[in-house]
């Protein structure tokens, strides 16, 4: 739990960093513990398209899993998982969100 002494007026808009160790696609935000979870949204599409994704230069690896991490938190149509065998798997909503998913790996 992380506790955050903040006021929000209505009707604003607020950005929070650095959660990303805290929160993996939701979360509620409270001002008190005694506050229970949102329900999780439901999805529209579930990912259905599975490609198994390596960088181009091994060095690169530590990036490639970053953003991998990062793209699991922020899409929720996006799975990513580990096989055994230590490939890395990107499950996505369909050929053109993987698309875009692995546009945005190659750019960030």
Avoid: W, Y
Wanted: a negative charge.
């Amino acid at each position: 739990m992380i506790i955050v002494n903040l006021i929000v007026h209505p009707l604003f808009v607020i950005g929070i960093g650095g959660l990303e160790d805290h929160v993996l696609k939701s979360a509620t935000l409270a001002s008190t513990v005694a506050c229970p979870a949102f329900t999780e949204l439901t999805q529209a599409s579930v990912p259905i398209v599975r490609v198994a994704v390596e960088p181009a230069h091994p060095q690169d690896m530590p990036a490639l899993i970053r953003g991998l991490r990062l793209l699991n938190q922020a899409d929720s149509c996006v799975q990513v998982i580990v096989q055994e065998t230590g490939e890395h798997v990107l499950i996505t909503a369909g050929e053109v969100h993987l698309q875009r998913c692995l546009d945005d790996l190659k750019e960030r």
